[in-house]
């Protein structure tokens, strides 16, 4: 059993930068992907950003060259920092994780409860 959980949300500005930190708890095996997931009022989940086991990464072309997620194995931690935040970014911010090959919302079998990201104009 696996169990995750966001910190590090907050209000800020357009053009700020703003951290994430997803504890992990439990075990994290080989294969695993931890991935954040972000979802704006009225609108659908959808992926911002994953890291596989390999330490290899994805991103939404919306956040490529913004936002870098990262691995902490000591902390057993994974970060999302985020910089040039837009209003746009604004939402609830999750952490997931899976050990298939399925990266969609309805592919993580873990989910924390989410944090809330605002970014004013």
């Known amino acids: 059993q696996l169990e995750l959980a966001e910190s590090g949300g907050g209000l800020v500005q357009a053009g700020d930068s703003l951290s994430l930190t997803c504890k992990t708890s439990?075990?994290?095996?080989?294969?695993?992907?931890v991935a954040w997931f972000r979802q704006a009022p009225g609108k659908e989940r959808e992926l911002v950003a994953l890291?596989?086991?390999?330490?290899?990464?994805r991103y939404a072309d919306s956040v490529k060259g913004r936002f870098t997620i990262s691995r902490d194995n000591a902390k057993k931690t994974v970060g999302l920092q985020m910089t040039k935040l837009k209003p746009e970014d604004t939402g609830v911010y999750f952490c997931?994780?899976?050990?298939?090959?399925?990266?969609?919302?309805?592919?993580?079998?873990?989910w924390g409860a989410g944090t809330n990201v605002t970014v004013s104009s």
């Open positions: 997931a994780a899976t050990y298939g090959h399925n990266w969609s919302p309805s592919g993580m079998a873990y």
């Open positions: 439990g075990n994290t095996g080989i294969g695993i992907v």
């Open positions: 890291i596989r086991w390999s330490d290899s990464t």
